[in-house]
């Protein structure tokens, strides 16, 4: 295992702390019993974490709790996710440095008239894995979202409603998703 700082990196904003989690999606689906195995979490402060990783390849994550200050206006903003994957290189390791690049990212924030308990998302070309993340108590969760396109399941007690939305790259910064009360 080599240790990596690892930052994450934006013209847009600066993350000021979140927590990093890094899975293996292959060894979740070879054997679930042993699925607690296959995530590391590590704190993230001033948009850098040192994690550890096998060897170059792939890196997939997800940040969660981000306090993100704006560029542009300095406001101090609350993420609750933001899912990632990446290429680490040899040279990456040598160096012992690696970046994740979230200029493309944008803010998604999704709303529910009727107070969801939890929203479920996923990316429509590879549905699994799914994340579930909880709504605040005005039926809200706000996400850094890459462009690509999206399904999301809003729960509440036994309705759901479901909506599929895309990001575009040209898209403006901020993205509100909203839910009617029992919409199909």
């Given at each position: 295992m080599a240790k990596v700082l690892v930052r994450f990196v934006s013209p847009n904003f600066q993350?000021?702390?979140?927590?990093?989690?890094?899975?293996?999606?292959?060894?979740i689906y070879?054997?679930?019993?042993?699925?607690?195995?296959?995530?590391?979490v590590f704190p993230l402060q001033s948009d850098m974490a040192e994690i550890e990783v096998?060897?170059?390849?792939?890196?997939?994550?997800?940040?969660t709790n981000i306090a993100?200050?704006?560029?542009?206006?300095?406001?101090l903003n609350r993420?609750?996710?933001?899912?990632?994957?990446?290429?680490?290189?040899d040279s990456a390791l040598r160096s012992r440095v690696f970046e994740v690049d979230l200029s493309s990212y944008k803010e998604v924030v999704l709303r529910a008239a009727s107070n969801p308990t939890v929203f479920n998302i996923s990316i429509r070309e590879n549905p699994i894995p799914t994340f579930d993340l909880t709504a605040n108590d005005s039926g809200e969760c706000t996400l850094l979202?890459?462009?690509?396109?999206?399904?999301v399941v809003?729960?509440?007690k036994s309705h759901r409603a479901?909506?599929?939305?895309?990001?575009?790259?040209?898209?403006a910064e901020l993205r509100i998703i909203e839910f009617e009360a029992h919409q199909k």
């Open positions: 993350i000021e702390e979140a927590t990093a989690s890094l899975f293996n999606a292959d060894a070879q054997d679930f019993a042993k699925a607690a195995e296959a995530f590391s096998r060897g170059p390849g792939q890196i997939e994550g997800m940040l993100l200050r704006r560029t542009a206006d300095g406001t993420i609750n996710f933001c899912r990632f994957n990446e290429e680490i290189t979202a890459k462009p690509w396109q999206y399904r809003a729960s509440v479901m909506k599929q939305f895309e990001i575009a790259n040209d898209e």
